[in-house]
């Protein structure tokens, strides 16, 4: 690598000349929207003036420039707004809109914005090769289009100097990345494996991963407990780091325990000499050293003077950490009075790893927009861990609805009824009264086939008219519920826009006739698939994604991308699968079988004393069986999941099989919980498990909708929506028990269905030894012939 630094002129000014406070007062969402009308009515109107004069006008002028400072060469390049040029003079305009009163506006704008239109002006001198250039600023009102304009005549000498003192100010940082990469690349491209050999299928597993990047693609993995799925997703990026092929690796999780997972594998690859910087991004809620969250300069000491101190506090935290999480970063925020949760995102610019959620990646609500607020093609490889959970997630964060209560709330907190607010939340209000007496008047749920054509308009002019209350009521009592309902709102009409990308229209009632309305996200390829058109790569693996077709689907895939099972590491002798399909678990069969069901499961564990985890599909499901199992065998012990366990208590919960304990312990838990996944109960802590049923998600009219959806588009409604997400959470489930090598464990599955051909074919590759039985009796000889097969 040269020494050659590129660098826009947004981000140079941006981050060597902010100052002042964080502050949480409002910014309207359609800021940048209404930005973008003011500048291009501006930009028409110097257009106008300029061929009324015969000079000559262009907008958006791209400029790119080299500039040597010391040793670095720094390649500078923006748009500039508007450049007219004159016989013997120019003039280089950067246009702002602003809500601000002219007499607020400081003289002279602010320095950020004049330091973009220096920049400009002074590459456009060197371009051209002449020795002044006029720079202007100007701030236009949103609504009255008044401008307020600050001018003067700059040399090209003086426009050097200020250029030059830019870099100056970031030079140290440049110096730091640039060292820091030389480091980062030069340890990656020769740091070997960090452990003594490779699992079976791992160096497989790490080809697939590099070939995808280098290829370009997406790579679907499904990827057996023991695989070591994190090393090996991990350590070909590191790889192609050090060869330039990337220069950020994105490390996706949905849980903090995998996400611990992540740093661990970090940590291992600088044992072994490796040298780059990875953050873990923490939510808000858990960095802030407030109670609750207030960026507000008046209460947080670490919000006001944030932006005076945050440079220094970079600076620092990477010259002297490398593997930087919530504790670090709170360590440094602490020592420079800095707020940890922007000061994390700041420090991410400068790292080539990043660990974090989901939702800073896909949630249009969230993402990172510093990373993916382009259509570029970003040098970034993503890696998605516990994909499975992504699909559901992502139809979570693509969905959106407005509920007829929130415009009411509107209305009572507005009193004046001839308030513009109030007026378009009654508007609202009425028109979600009108589609409950037309569709819902005899049912409770309905699907509509489109999003009503003139509910947009409505909605538009409740947003305009909200903003303005918004931004002139920033203290009223009420001020964050208008603001939730004002997102709500906003977040609906984005959904509207991408209504025919898998979305589906769903009208309900629940509360009499405050009805709602929904845009279920069905199918969220496509908008994953927006995000993955931005980064070179991007790896979706889990030990559990059965059908792999079916992920690649609803994940976004392309046909040509990749698709690979890895075999399991384990011996396949150590795991016996036993399915007792005498019980019929459906819905409609449970009341009758709870009595037979917990038979099996006292059969299952009298084979062999030891800890067993028993997995069902709901707590009423679970509270059924569990109640009768306690009455019938009290000598047992059990525990029992509870809906609204604390984190604490979860903790405790497991402790209790975190241990040898004297008697058998059984743990009744739901598929798909907390427990179902995630969990690391190796060696004889956990010894097998029951899974009652197929895990089929409870059916609802949403989930009914996204069947229909499914079955249209390519008839297999009932797969995607039900048969596939309960089968995964059943694999899910039954892999708890094996969890090293030298695990010995059972599984008892029970329900008719597991025989059926259309379940078995989901069964993993590694399950070979299954052994189907016939009532309790013979699952208590079966299980326990194969615990005296194994020696226990």
């Known amino acids: 690598m040269d020494k050659t630094v590129f660098i826009s002129v947004r981000n140079l000014v941006e981050f060597v000349m902010r ?8 910014v309207s969402a359609k800021r940048m929207h209404e930005g973008t009308v003011v500048h291009q009515k501006i930009q028409k ?4 003036e300029a061929k009324l004069h015969g000079f000559i006008y262009m907008d958006e002028v791209p400029f790119k420039c080299g500039i040597k400072f010391r040793d670095f060469e720094f390649v500078l390049e923006g748009r500039a707004d508007c450049v007219i040029e004159r016989t013997g003079a120019v003039s280089i305009e950067e246009i702002k809109s602003t809500y601000k009163d002219p007499e607020a506006i400081k003289e002279g704008g602010e320095p950020v914005h004049l330091a973009q239109a220096m920049c400009y002006a002074f590459m456009y001198t060197l371009e051209h090769d002449i020795n002044e250039a006029e720079v202007i600023v100007t701030y236009a009102h949103c609504e009255t289009l008044l401008e307020t304009t600050f001018s003067e005549i700059k040399t090209k000498d003086e426009l050097k100097e200020f250029v030059t003192n830019l870099f100056e100010m970031y030079y140290e940082f440049a110096k730091m990345e640039y060292e820091n990469y030389q480091i980062m690349s030069e340890t990656a491209r020769v740091l070997n494996f960090p452990y003594e050999k490779y699992r079976l299928s791992q160096r497989g597993f790490m080809a697939w991963v590099y070939k995808a990047v280098k290829e370009n693609k997406k790579l679907f993995c499904q990827a057996p407990t023991g695989t070591g799925k994190t090393i090996s997703t991990i350590f070909p990026g590191v790889k192609a780091l050090g060869e330039g092929r990337i220069k950020k690796v994105f490390y996706l999780t949905a849980k903090t325990s995998t996400r611990i997972v992540a740093e661990e594998a970090f940590a291992k690859m600088e044992n072994a000499g490796f040298r780059a910087h990875a953050i873990t991004l923490t939510g808000k809620e858990k960095i802030c050293f407030l109670p609750a969250p207030e960026c507000n300069p008046h209460t947080c000491a670490y919000a006001k003077g944030h932006f005076d101190r945050v440079n ?20 440094y925020a602490q020592k420079h009075t800095v707020c940890p949760h922007e000061f994390s995102f700041d420090i991410s610019l400068f790292c080539d790893i990043i660990i974090c959620d989901y939702n800073y990646v896909y949630d249009p609500k969230a993402y990172l927009r510093r990373f993916f607020d382009n259509d570029n093609k970003n040098p970034y490889l993503i890696l998605n861990d516990e994909a499975h959970n992504l699909a559901d997630r992502a139809r979570d964060m693509f969905s959106a609805e407005i509920k007829r209560e929130s415009f009411k709330a509107v209305k009572k907190t507005v009193s004046s009824k001839k308030s513009a607010f109030y007026k378009s939340a009654a508007k609202a209000d009425s028109f979600l009264g009108e589609l409950y007496n037309t569709h819902l008047s005899e049912e409770k749920f309905v699907k509509l086939n489109r999003v009503p054509e003139e509910l947009a308009d409505i909605l538009t002019n409740f ?18 519920e208008m603001l939730e309902v004002y997102f709500e709102v906003l977040d609906f009409l984005r959904a509207a826009e991408n209504f025919s990308a898998g979305y589906v229209c769903l009208l309900s009632s629940r509360f009499g006739k405050n009805s709602r309305l929904k845009l279920k996200c069905a199918d969220p390829s496509y908008l994953l698939s927006q995000t993955q058109k931005k980064v070179t790569a991007s790896v979706y693996f889990s030990a559990t994604m059965t059908p792999i077709d079916y992920f690649k689907n609803v994940l976004g895939g392309n046909e040509d991308d990749f698709c690979v099972y890895a075999p399991s590491p384990f ?10 399909g005498t019980i019929s678990t459906k819905y409609k069969d449970r009341p009758a079988c709870y009595e037979k069901i917990a038979e099996d499961i006292y059969a299952f564990t009298r084979a062999k004393r030891g800890n067993y985890f028993v997995f069902f599909s709901s707590y009423e499901f679970l509270y059924s069986v569990a109640e009768i199992f306690n009455v019938k065998y009290p000598q047992v012990n059990t525990a029992s999941q509870n809906k609204d366990m604390t984190e604490d ?7 209790k099989f975190g241990v040898l304990n004297e008697q058998t312990l059984i743990g009744f838990l739901v598929l798909g919980g907390v427990f179902s996944e995630g969990v690391d109960l190796a060696g004889d802590k956990l010894i097998g498990a029951v899974v009652a049923g197929v895990g ?13 959806y499914f079955g249209k588009t390519n008839g297999r409604g009932f797969e995607y929506a039900y048969m596939y997400p ?13 969890r090293h090598e030298t695990d010995i464990g059972a599984l008892l599955l029970i329900d008719t269905r597991f025989l059926s051909g259309d379940y078995r074919k989901l069964f993993p590759p590694h399950w070979r030894h299954i052994k189907v039985t016939q009532g309790s009796a013979e699952v208590w000889r079966a299980a326990a012939q194969f615990w005296a097969e194994k020696g226990k």
């Open 463 to 480: 947003i305009t008219n909200a903003d303005k209350w918004l931004a002139a009521n920033q203290t009223a009592p009420n001020f964050d």
């Open 19 to 26: 100052s002042g406070d964080i502050t949480s007062g409002y």
């Open 312 to 331: 220094d506090a970079i600076f620092d935290i990477l010259q002297n950490e490398t593997a930087i999480n919530r504790k670090t970063v709170i360590k």
């Open 696 to 708: 089929l998600p409870l059916i609802t009219k949403e989930t009914d909708m996204i069947a229909d």
């Open 571 to 580: 011996n396949e002798e150590n795991l016996r699968v036993f399915i007792d």
């Open 45 to 48: 109107k110097r257009k106008a």
């Open 649 to 655: 208590e979860r903790d405790g919960f497991l402790q």
């Open 726 to 738: 309960g089968m995964n959470k059943v694999l899910q489930a039954a892999g708890r028990v094996i």
